[in-house]
């Protein structure tokens, strides 16, 4: 079946760096990718939507310079978070969705991010 | 604005059917899903359904769709000790372009 795969799967840094995590469709080209944020024993809520070729959509409420997402290639989409502060710590998932046909999404195992 | 609800948790005996439920409320939304997720894990679909099918069967696992009332149940037959974790439920709006909608998740937690 359809395999994302998701890198780091668990960072810890201090305040005030950059995290660069990488989300990658291993068996299929994804035009769209999408990255979510999980709090602790909360919903996941959809952060951004990630284009091949093509600026991200961000969510309301969601600071485009502070989640710079980059998806340079059909498998590839990267989420940095930048400057990263303890109230960025979470759980990132991405998801992917094929080139072509219809649903679902798959997801990654996710990335656990703590900052200190 | 757009909702997925689900009760936060439903416990059952280990070797009885479980049902968990969830409301929706874009009539508008083209395919429903179900994950599960395992503690420190990310999602792992489990079977999903569009929306003009009111039923989806899947080995253990039966979905059932009731448009008119926006309601969508998942059914897990024999449950397991393996089953146990956090199941959402999800919309997807517009044709598929767009990100999922979750509810918050049903715990479901076994009694062996």
């Known amino acids: 079946g359809a395999v994302v795969s998701q890198h780091p799967s668990w960072v810890i840094c201090k305040s005030g760096t950059s995290v660069k995590i990488e989300c990658r469709s291993l068996?299929?080209?994804?035009?769209?990718m999408f990255w979510y944020r999980q709090f602790p024993k909360q919903s996941l809520m959809l952060m951004a939507t990630?284009?091949?070729?093509?600026?991200?959509?961000?969510e309301q409420g969601v600071e485009k310079d502070k989640f710079l997402i980059n998806h340079a290639s059909l498998t590839l989409s990267t989420l940095t978070v930048t400057s990263a502060h303890p109230e960025d710590s979470s759980f990132y998932i991405c998801?992917?969705?094929?080139?072509?046909?219809?649903?679902?999404?798959?997801f990654g195992d996710g990335t656990r991010l703590s900052i200190l | 604005g757009e909702d997925v609800e689900q009760s936060l948790f439903l416990s059952v005996r280990e070797g009885d059917s479980s049902v968990i439920n969830c409301t929706y409320t874009?009539?508008?939304?083209?395919?429903l899903y179900w994950y599960k997720q395992e503690p420190g894990a990310g999602l792992q679909l489990l079977t999903y359904?569009?929306?003009?099918?009111d039923m989806k069967q899947d080995q253990r696992l039966t979905v059932l769709l009731n448009k008119k009332d926006k309601h969508l149940s998942l059914r897990i037959a024999d449950t397991q000790t393996g089953d146990s974790a956090i199941y959402f439920c999800?919309?997807?709006?517009?044709?598929?372009?767009?990100?999922?909608?979750f509810g918050k998740g049903t715990h479901l937690i076994i009694q062996p």
């Open positions: 998801s992917a969705k094929r080139m072509t046909g219809s649903q679902p999404q798959h």
């Open positions: 068996d299929f080209q994804a035009t769209t």
């Open positions: 990630s284009n091949e070729g093509s600026k991200a959509t961000y």
């Open positions: 874009d009539s508008s939304s083209t395919y």
């Open positions: 359904i569009f929306s003009n099918m």
């Open positions: 999800a919309e997807n709006r517009g044709g598929g372009a767009d990100g999922l909608t």
